[in-house]
């Protein structure tokens, strides 16, 4: 999308670059020219935005570092209109480490909210770049919600497997009690049986 747009753009520069030479227009209202002006250096500047936000996705860390930096000093300077579109613009290009899609989308919400700051060309860029950064984040939220829910499954399923285990051990040890309690009472029982057993034989043995 970004790509189509910045041909657009070249070819409607190109176009107004040439009409000049080929067929001179009558003159137009002071007025108009300068709405025209501003137009044709707002594509030039969404342009040189596009390219900025390539090579920051692909420059070394230095030089994004940089451009970042310069781009969020004009913003600083002039926080409004084109200068951020572009700041937000950089901070949407993806691949960077200074990436900040929640502030882009701040910036380009402040900028949907004060159209009459932008030219037709930059509006459209922005709510562009607006929608596909409301689609991202929304996909991020959800993902993070079900890798939050599958957390909370598996530790819910941990949980239980402890209880029954705990519960198991409690069972176990119970019965070994029993066990045990139950040997203890035939080890007595056999120790009463031996004692008797033990006081008859010297009797036995008397001759009569």
């Not at 993806?94 to 882009?104: C, F, N």
């Not at 909210?113 to 770049?129: C, D, F, G, K, M």
């Not at 689609?135 to 991020?140: A, G, V």
Request: aromatic share 2%.
């Amino acid at each position: 999308m970004r790509l189509k747009i910045a041909l657009l753009l070249a070819l409607c520069l190109t176009g107004c670059a040439a009409s000049p030479a080929t067929a001179p227009a009558p003159p137009t209202p002071h007025n108009d020219n300068l709405g025209e002006d501003r137009d044709a250096a707002a594509a030039v500047l969404v342009g040189s935005a596009f390219q900025s936000m390539q090579r920051l996705s692909q420059a070394p860390p230095a030089e994004q570092a940089e451009i970042l930096s310069a781009a969020r000093a004009s913003f600083e300077r002039t926080p409004q209109g084109g200068v951020q579109l572009r700041y937000a613009l950089l901070l949407a290009a993806p691949s960077h480490p200074g990436r900040d899609l929640p502030l882009a989308q701040t910036l380009l919400r402040q900028l949907a909210a004060q159209p009459e700051t932008l030219v037709p060309i930059e509006r459209a860029v922005a709510s562009i770049e607006l929608a596909q950064i409301d689609r991202e984040l929304n996909l991020k939220a959800d993902n993070d919600r079900m890798q939050l829910d599958a957390q909370r499954a598996d530790r819910e399923r941990v949980a239980a497997t402890q209880r029954r285990l705990q519960a198991e051990t409690d069972e176990n040890a119970r019965l070994r009690k029993q066990v045990e309690d139950a040997q203890a009472k035939l080890d007595a029982i056999a120790n009463i049986e031996r004692n008797l057993t033990d006081r008859k034989t010297p009797g036995e043995g008397r001759p009569q």
